[in-house]
């Protein structure tokens, strides 16, 4: 620190400009209630799509891929998925280390704890050249994992948990349907099978959820033509029989994604996305975004049901940025009856990105003022003092930890390639 002032003697203007800025970020952290944002995970290579979850018992989990190079690990193939765990509600967090040996890449993240004894954590993730659709399991708060590959099938993506008790879910894109493996014995045994009758293109799992009931729903993105080219139908879908059977609900659509070319990303990475929670007293809650026009700048949408997803509220725009700003990556978690909360990015300070979050006590009826996540960290290429160049990997979560606070963990870059990291806030 005296070094770097030293250097500049003589320019105590800069030096000005650089405490201004930090001390400026403090303060916005400070009145959005939330924690200035920090790095988890390795500090080499590159850290991607992050998954949280928290449990009854103070810990709280990120699984994420690690890319660019795994720390004293030669032989690890990349992506490798890292876990970094706190057992102090994410005051501190464990070193970084591998969830079991991985055979092949590791790729879409998943992490969450059992609603039923707060403490059982589930884990999934494809690998093996994206064919197998792989279930972790921990009973002793993520520092030992048994495994099972719970479907085997060619060409799987974007794997979605939903845990209830023994009853345990796993939904992925296959044969361009939404298929779902089902286990009834806690992670032991899985039977697969579609859970959509559309021929689509693309069916993307956005986020799931088992009810007190016992129903099990999915969200899913249903691309109806490759490259971009068509709308995207949003869905929800439920099982009220164990994943035998399932309906579907289409619940938007949007026109096709926006073109990011020019940060080096695919042609969806932009397009909608559907994610979806229930809360204590099984009301469901689905967040997504969508375009009214193909290639247009998208929003974020909010609606719940009572109704166990027969029938669904007037869907609310609930972001407060302008017209025309660019939303994407809905993340969403529930609590005791009517706790919501939702987050997601946008680019309202054009060119660059930040991550917002609201919540709400009545079921979405109304909410909280919008709370900015990300906050300035110098040294990084990426990051500047009103934003981020660039949301780096297709989605980001949030949790409830032990003590009622929020939990998130998201990724940061400089385009769709690299450099890129992932980081932690939390608050109320």
């Known amino acids: 620190m005296f070094s770097s002032l030293s250097v500049l003697r003589g320019k105590s203007w800069l030096v000005c400009a650089v405490l ?28 991607w799509e992050p998954a949280i979850a928290a449990d009854g018992y103070g810990h709280v989990y990120v699984l994420y891929p690690q890319y660019g190079t795994v720390p004293d690990c030669r032989a690890c193939p ?14 501190t967090w464990q070193e970084p280390r591998q969830i079991g040996p991985p055979a092949s890449g590791q790729f879409d993240a998943q992490i969450v704890v059992d609603p039923v004894d707060h403490r059982t954590v589930y884990a999934a993730w494809i690998q093996n050249h994206e064919t197998d659709t792989v279930v972790a399991k921990s009973v002793d ?5 048994s495994q099972v590959i719970a479907a085997r099938n060619a060409d799987t993506d974007k794997p979605v948990l939903a845990v209830h ?11 361009r349907q939404m298929w779902v493996a089902a286990s009834h014995d806690g992670g032991i045994t899985f039977s697969s099978g579609a859970a959509s009758t559309a021929k689509l293109n693309w069916s993307l799992p956005g986020g799931g959820t088992v009810d007190p009931a016992g129903n099990v729903y999915f969200a899913w993105a249903g691309y109806t033509r490759t490259q971009g080219k068509r709308t995207v139908n949003l869905y929800t879908s439920k099982s009220a029989d164990g994943g035998k059977t399932w309906s579907t609900h289409l619940m938007d659509v949007s026109g096709a994604p ?11 990475y932009l397009g909608a996305q559907i994610t979806m929670a229930s809360d204590a007293a099984g009301t469901l809650y ?23 997803g027969a029938t669904w509220s007037q869907k609310l725009d609930v ?20 706790d919501v909360r939702i987050a997601w990015m946008d680019s309202r300070v ?15 009826a109304t909410w909280s003022q919008e709370s900015r996540l990300s906050s300035y960290v110098p040294a990084y290429t990426y990051i500047q003092g009103d934003g981020f160049v660039f949301p780096f990997g297709d989605y980001f979560g949030i949790a409830i930890d032990s003590q009622g606070r929020t939990h998130a963990a998201w990724g940061e870059g400089l385009n769709f390639k690299s450099p890129g990291s992932i980081w932690h806030s939390s608050g109320r």
Do not use: M
């Open 350 to 364: 054009n060119p660059l990105w930040n991550t917002y979050y609201r919540s709400s006590t009545n079921g979405g």
């Open 141 to 145: 708060f993520g520092q030992s994992w």
């Open 165 to 175: 008790g023994a009853d345990v879910y796993v939904a992925f894109n296959h044969a």
């Open 78 to 91: 990349l992506p490798t998925l890292v876990l970094v765990s706190s057992d102090d509600n994410g005051v």
């Open 319 to 338: 972001s407060s940025a302008a017209a025309g700003v660019e939303h994407a990556f809905p993340a969403i978690t529930a609590g005791s009856a009517g």
């Open 258 to 268: 926006p073109d990011c070319s020019a940060q080096h990303c695919g042609w969806s």
């Open 20 to 47: 201004l800025t930090l001390l400026t970020c403090v303060a916005l952290a400070a009145d959005s209630g939330f924690s200035p944002q920090a790095r988890v995970g390795f500090t080499v290579g590159d850290q």
């Open 286 to 308: 689905a967040l997504w975004n969508a375009g009214r026009e193909d290639k247009s700048p998208e929003r974020i949408y909010f609606a719940s049901s009572t109704t166990g």
